[in-house]
Nanobody, 124 residues
């Protein structure tokens, strides 16, 4: 079993920054692709970013490219999402997710594990 716990959400003004953290317990992140989804009020959950086993490959939704950066520290079993130049439309609950993978690619598919979510609110 893998448990994922997100932290770092909060209220920021447009143009501000936040760093989200996803800490894993139960087993290491090794051989797991890890990523972030978000769900805004009244909207479907959408993919945000993903990172491969080694951290060498990443993939981002078009809406966050150039603004968000995903990274991982496998020694700490932690994945991060640095969010810069935040916009009101980034307001959502952000969920960490992990998928066991046969290849070192930033591919989540249908995640095997989910965190509980952390709220990010961006004011205009």
């Amino acid at each position: 079993q893998v448990q994922l716990v997100e932290s770092g959400g909060g209220l920021v003004q447009a143009g501000g920054s936040l760093r989200l953290s996803c800490a894993a317990s139960g087993r290491t992140f090794s051989r797991y692709a890890v990523g972030w989804f978000r769900q805004a009020p009244g909207k479907e959950r959408e993919f945000v970013a993903a990172i491969s086993w080694s951290g060498g490959s990443t993939y981002y939704a078009d809406s966050v490219k150039g603004r968000f950066t995903i990274s991982r520290d496998n020694a700490k079993n932690t994945v991060y999402l640095r969010m810069n130049s935040l916009k009101p439309e980034d307001t959502a609950v952000y969920y960490c997710a992990a998928t066991k993978s046969d290849y070192d690619l930033p591919t989540l598919g249908i995640p095997d594990y989910w965190g509980q979510g952390t709220q990010v609110t961006v004011s205009s």
